[in-house]
C-alpha cells in the first residue's frame, strides 16, 4: 500500500472551522480530474463499490447508484460534477504545492465515494479515455486526521445516512405521471404514491401494482429484464412477487425507452386499472376463508386479508386472459364464461400441503410450480374457447 500519493487539483481551498483547528486537524476541499482517484486506496471506508459475495458465493452486483452515474456519464457529461456526492479522502498530512497545483496525501484512504471512483475505473477500462471521451471532474475533501479512533468514526458517520428510496427517486422524475394519467381515465380521483411521504388511503401503493402487472405480462411483451431459469424457459415472471427493486427499475427503464419497449408501456397503462381491481377482489375472496394464513372478521374474508403470495400466482396466471387489440393496445377483462371459482379452488389446493406451496404464503409466491398449477387452469380455458 502506497504511503503517499500525488493528486493534481484544479482547485483547492482550507476550509478548517476554528474548532478542528484547535483540535489538531484539518480540512480542505477541491476538485481535480477522475484519474487523481484511482490509485487512492479505500481500505478505511466502511463500503465497498460492488458486493462480492453472498453466502460465500463470488459476486459483482451493481445498484441503482452505480447504473445511475453510468447513464450520466454516457449521456451530458457536464453535469456529472454537480450531481455527483464527490470522494471524501482521509490521510495522516497532506503537502501542498499551490504553484503546481498538487497536494501530496501520507496514507490516504477513500472513506466515502468508492462507488464513484469504482464506476469511472469500469467506465473508462470499458471505454479508453480520448480527446472525445474525457474524464470528468469530481469535487473532494481531505480530512487530516492521526487519531484513528477519531478517523473510524469519520469514516462510519460519512456513510451513514437515510437512503432516498427508488419510489421517491423515480416520482421526483416523473415516471409514474403516465401511468397516472391512464388510471386517471377511469377514475378521476385516484392518485399514486410518488413519494415515501404519500401516506393515506387515497393513495394506491405504485410499487404493488407494477409488481402486480409486471407477474401478468403476456409471453410476447419484451421487458429490460430477460426471462432466466426454469421461470424463464416457461415465460413465467415469478421474481416480481419479491422483485419490487427489480420491478420499478424495469418499469422505469421502460418509461425512459418508451419507444423500444412500447408494447409494455401500453400493457401496464391499458390493464393497469382492471388488474389492480382485480387483485383487490381475490384478495377479499370468500373462498379463501378456510385458511389460517387469511384474515377474517365476522362477516368473512377481510378486505386484503389473502396474503399476496396466494394472489400473484393467480394475477400471473390470469394476465393470459388479457387481449391486444389491433391498434396495439390491450383489453384485460374476466370473460363471463371463466369460472374464477376453479381458479381459487386450484390455488387452494396448491397452497396447502402436501402442495407445493406448503402451506406458507412466502413460499406459494416464489415457488414456480405453484404458478404452473394456475397457469394449467387458464391455458385450458383459452385453448378449448379458441375451438371452434
Not at 374476466?334 to 407445493?356: E, R, S, V
Request: with cysteine; proline share 6%.
Amino acid at each position: 500500500m502506497s504511503k503517499h500519493i500525488v493528486v493534481n487539483f484544479n482547485s483547492l481551498r482550507n476550509v478548517t472551522p476554528p474548532e478542528e483547528d484547535k483540535a489538531g486537524r484539518k480540512r480542505y476541499c477541491g476538485n481535480a480530474y477522475a484519474e487523481e482517484f484511482f490509485q487512492i486506496p479505500d481500505h478505511l471506508n466502511i463500503r465497498d463499490y460492488l458486493q462480492t459475495e453472498v453466502n460465500g458465493k463470488p459476486i459483482k452486483k451493481s445498484t441503482l447508484v452505480n447504473d445511475a452515474m453510468r447513464q450520466q456519464l454516457d449521456g451530458d457529461r457536464s453535469l456529472f460534477t454537480i450531481l455527483n456526492g464527490g470522494i471524501t479522502v482521509i490521510a495522516s498530512d497532506v503537502t501542498i504545492d499551490d504553484k503546481e497545483k498538487r497536494i501530496v496525501m501520507e496514507a490516504p484512504s477513500i472513506i466515502n465515494g468508492s462507488q464513484t471512483r469504482g464506476v469511472l475505473q469500469d467506465y473508462f477500462s470499458e471505454h479508453p479515455p480520448s480527446e472525445e471521451n474525457k474524464f470528468p471532474s469530481i469535487d473532494f475533501e481531505v480530512i487530516i486526521c492521526t487519531d484513528e479512533r477519531i478517523a473510524a468514526e469519520i469514516a462510519i458517520a460519512r456513510n451513514y445516512q437515510n437512503a432516498v428510496q427508488p419510489l421517491s427517486t423515480y416520482g421526483a422524475r416523473k415516471v409514474f405521471n403516465d401511468l397516472e394519467a391512464a388510471l386517471k381515465k377511469r377514475d378521476p380521483k385516484i392518485q399514486l404514491r410518488k413519494s415515501e411521504t404519500d401516506v393515506g388511503p387515497e393513495y394506491w401503493d405504485t410499487e404493488k401494482v407494477i409488481q402486480v402487472i409486471t407477474a401478468m405480462l403476456p409471453a410476447s411483451v419484451d421487458m429490460p429484464r430477460p426471462l432466466k431459469g426454469k421461470s424463464g424457459s416457461d415465460k413465467i415472471r415469478v421474481y416480481a412477487y419479491a422483485g419490487k427493486a427489480v420491478c420499478l427499475k424495469d418499469f422505469a427503464e421502460v418509461q425512459a425507452k418508451s419507444s423500444e419497449f412500447a408494447d409494455a408501456k401500453n400493457f401496464f397503462e391499458d390493464v393497469a386499472y382492471d388488474a389492480w381491481m382485480e387483485f383487490k377482489k381475490l384478495r377479499s375472496h370468500q373462498g379463501f376463508s378456510g385458511l389460517h394464513a387469511v384474515t377474517k372478521v365476522k362477516t368473512g374474508v377481510a378486505e386484503d386479508g389473502v396474503p399476496t403470495g396466494i394472489v400473484f400466482p393467480m394475477m400471473s396466471a390470469l394476465g393470459k386472459l388479457a387481449v391486444r387489440q389491433p391498434d396495439g393496445h390491450w383489453l384485460f377483462k374476466i370473460p363471463a364464461d371463466f369460472d374464477l371459482d376453479d381458479l381459487c379452488k386450484q390455488a387452494k389446493t396448491t397452497y396447502q400441503l402436501p402442495g407445493p406451496g406448503r402451506s406458507n404464503p412466502q413460499t406459494m409466491g416464489k415457488e414456480l410450480a405453484c404458478y404452473l398449477n394456475l397457469h394449467a387452469i387458464v391455458d385450458s380455458y383459452v385453448k378449448y374457447r379458441r375451438q371452434p
